[in-house]
């Protein structure tokens, strides 16, 4: 089933001599359950591609639909909601609160909606990223891949048909970058969720089942794994 749809998106940064052609036109689709790798220079587009997906910034001009939605020019109110329970974004860096403990941020997106969990899922997740001894604690407590596991966690509690993932491992230590990539693994296995992940790591980008490769804003490459 087609999850994903990027048509003709294109993100023009700044204007006149200034101006900073991020993605030029660029076509794919995704079907639910694909792991894609996204590879490219620093550079080349890769961050803009996802935050184009996951509806944090807008396009120039083309589509992006997501199960059918285009989101482009979705009102703000619609589209925040729309992307908390389709997309999970994972960065770099976590983006984590750091005024709010483990417990506080992984719920964030369902408070945000006047929601809570149910407690089984809720424990559930806890428990498969290894953060159950620690929902009292806060951010600046916590290692760099108990980090990363809560901001996943957080990306994770609407079970998101979409993960996206930028550089995930790009700030952690060989064991907790394995963790992660298993982490993504189980998601796309077990919930069979789509997941976009740069990477500038070869081992990670070989677990995928399909790599796309960006440069100077444009789709060069999309092949297909033998893994
Ligand atoms: P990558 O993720 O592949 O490193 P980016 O998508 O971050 O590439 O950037 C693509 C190009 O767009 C780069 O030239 C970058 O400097 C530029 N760019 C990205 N974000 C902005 C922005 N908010 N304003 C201006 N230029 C930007
Ligand atoms: P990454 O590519 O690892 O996501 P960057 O350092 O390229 O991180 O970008 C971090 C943030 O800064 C992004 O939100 C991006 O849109 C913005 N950004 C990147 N390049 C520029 C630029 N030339 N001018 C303004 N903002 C930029």
Redesign the pocket.
């Known amino acids: 089933m087609e999850i994903l749809k990027c048509k003709e998106l294109t993100k023009t ?1 700044g204007t006149g001599e200034n101006a ?1 052609h991020a993605l030029d036109h660029v076509n794919f689709r995704a079907d639910s359950g694909e792991f894609i790798a996204i590879v490219g220079a ?2 080349s587009g ?3 591609l ?2 184009l997906i996951g509806g944090v ?1 807008s396009p120039t001009s083309g589509q992006v639909i997501i199960d059918g939605t285009d989101i482009v020019g979705m009102p703000e109110r619609k589209l925040s909601v729309f992307r908390r329970r389709k997309v999970g974004l994972i ?2 860096f976590y983006n984590l609160i750091p005024t709010m403990n483990v417990l506080e941020n992984i719920m964030l997106p369902m408070r945000l909606d006047g929601r809570l969990p149910e407690k089984e899922e809720l424990a559930e997740l806890t428990d498969t990223l290894g953060l159950t001894d620690r929902l009292r604690a806060y951010p600046g407590e916590l290692s760099g891949g108990q980090q990363q596991r809560v901001a996943i966690a957080r990306s994770l509690i609407y079970r998101p048909a979409i993960l996206l993932a ?2 995930p491992t ?1 700030n952690l230590d060989r064991k907790n970058s394995e963790e992660t990539m298993a982490l993504f693994r189980l998601c796309n296995q077990k919930y069979n969720q789509t997941i976009l992940l ?1 990477t500038h790591d070869e081992n990670a980008a070989l677990q995928a089942g399909r790599i796309i490769t960006i440069e100077d804003g444009k789709l060069m490459k999309d092949e297909v794994t033998d893994r």
């Open positions: 940064y900073v620093s550079g890769k961050s803009t996802l935050h910034d960065y770099q930028d550089e790009g740069i």
